[in-house]
């Protein structure tokens, strides 16, 4: 029974008069409207079909979700289309309309090597798992190498660490190096050289874990799922029916979540990928001051939201002038669209060259893209390449606010 139900399990009906029976058909009726309307949500669907003569991809709005068995196919319904199956590979993204994002308050946030993050708090360890209290979502199990970091709710960025070990920072900004052995609701095991330490969570402030990169041309196919109190967690399989989302967790654990609960799901690996969900194998800086920056996900290369002629932008690479980043894309594309930006917060100061390289070879440039600014979206054809390399250059400022983002980068195949 899911909280969008109504429990009659256990109660008797009583023999009325006529009255008694009208008021209570009555009331019967208006109970179950009122529950079938709370699953009356509508979604907006984003295809990996690109639209005829335009840069951009065919979106179904405005319609119900029938049932979803991913990663096998989506049943969605609206007057125009009637009843329609699409492929789950076939989709980009399904958005709540109208979704209102509330993050949960909570004293710990999870942070995860692929960028989602939890907020809750850690409950323990077991079997290379970290058992984490999720806000909205219960008790969540996600391996060790899967995890980036555990920091304070709106502590400092963590990013992903390469190093073969762990980092321990605490309050007083001292720190320790070595390994994570246990983590618990109040304490952690820390193994350095000092031998194994239990730490109290009060004196913490973040935890980065040392790990591995992978990267490879087409991420594992999975679904993003976005909540509305801010968390977010991919998933290999669910199953979306009758007012629940049956959802796998990265370590095999199903767990249930009303779907009015739902503002988003992300096609990791499907037809279209986000270049955001590729790992680059190269990235060069170069910085007229020796201040290099680091290329940013979804954000400026500042950390704030992307935003460009006058909007905001939920995905695209943030990087700062004279920056190249470089992908394995293993010939298995047909082209790539994007949207060149200065993002806005780089004031009357930025300005900027941009070039898309195919196996080192320009295939676009676009010239002296000013702050605010975003050109027309590029689709650059790629069948065949190997390798594919985004560039931006200073333009006669010397570097100052050259901060330029990659709108909507993202790859589709066949």
């Known amino acids: 029974m ?22 209570m058909t009555f009331l019967w ?25 335009q840069q951009e991809f065919v979106r179904l709005n405005k319609v119900q979700i029938r049932h979803w068995n991913y990663p096998g196919q989506i049943v969605v319904r609206s007057p125009a289309l009637g009843n329609r199956r699409l492929p789950t590979r076939d ?38 798992n970290i058992i984490f209290h999720a806000a909205g979502l219960g008790i969540v199990h996600i391996p060790f190498n899967a995890v980036a970091g555990l920091r304070r709710a709106r502590g400092v960025a963590i990013r992903n660490s390469l190093a ?21 609701r109040n304490r952690l095991v820390f ?29 594992v196919l999975g679904a993003r799922i976005a909540f509305l109190n ?15 989302l049956a959802l796998v967790d990265p370590a095999g654990k199903t767990i249930s979540v009303p779907i009015n609960q739902v503002a988003r799901v992300g096609i990791v690996g499907g037809r279209a990928v986000w270049l955001t969900d590729l790992t680059p194998t190269r990235i060069d800086q170069v910085s007229w001051i020796g201040d290099n920056r680091p290329m940013r996900k ?20 943030g990087v700062h002038v004279n920056c190249s980043v470089t992908y394995k894309i293993g010939g298995i594309y047909k ?7 200065m993002d806005a917060s780089a004031g009357v100061y930025g300005r900027a060259n941009v070039m898309i390289l195919a196996d080192g070879k320009v295939v676009y440039s676009g010239h002296h893209l000013l702050a605010g600014m975003a050109n027309a979206v590029v689709r650059v054809p790629l069948a065949g390449v190997q390798r594919l390399t985004l560039k931006a250059v200073d333009a006669g400022r010397y570097g100052v606010r050259g901060r330029v983002d990659w709108l909507n980068a993202v790859l589709v195949g066949k």
């Open 191 to 219: 193994q350095s050289k000092l031998g194994n330490t239990t730490i109290p969570l009060s004196r913490v402030n973040h935890i980065v874990l040392g790990g591995v990169a992978v990267s490879s041309a087409r991420p």
């Open 164 to 184: 073969d070990h762990d980092s321990l920072y605490f309050n007083n900004d001292s720190h320790l190096t070595g390994a994570v052995v246990k983590i618990g």
């Open 298 to 317: 979804n954000r400026c290369v500042t950390g704030r939201p992307l935003q460009a002629n006058g909007k905001f932008f939920a995905h695209g690479l």
């Open 91 to 128: 989709i980009l993204a399904v958005r709540l309309r109208n979704a209102v994002v509330v993050p949960a308050v909570s004293a710990w946030q999870l942070v995860l090597r692929d960028g989602d993050i939890l907020p809750g708090y850690p409950m323990g360890t077991r079997h290379e």
């Open 230 to 244: 801010g968390a977010s967690l991919r998933t290999p399989k669910f199953n979306w029916s009758n007012g629940e």
């Open 2 to 23: 899911t909280r969008l139900g109504l429990n009659m399990a256990g109660r008797r009906m009583v023999k009325w008069g006529g009255v008694g029976v009208a008021l």
């Open 29 to 53: 009726v208006s109970l179950g409207r009122a529950a079938d309307s709370q699953t009356q949500l509508y979604w907006n669907i984003t295809t990996a079909e690109p639209a005829v003569g």
């Open 335 to 341: 082209y790539l669209m994007v949207r060149p930006a």
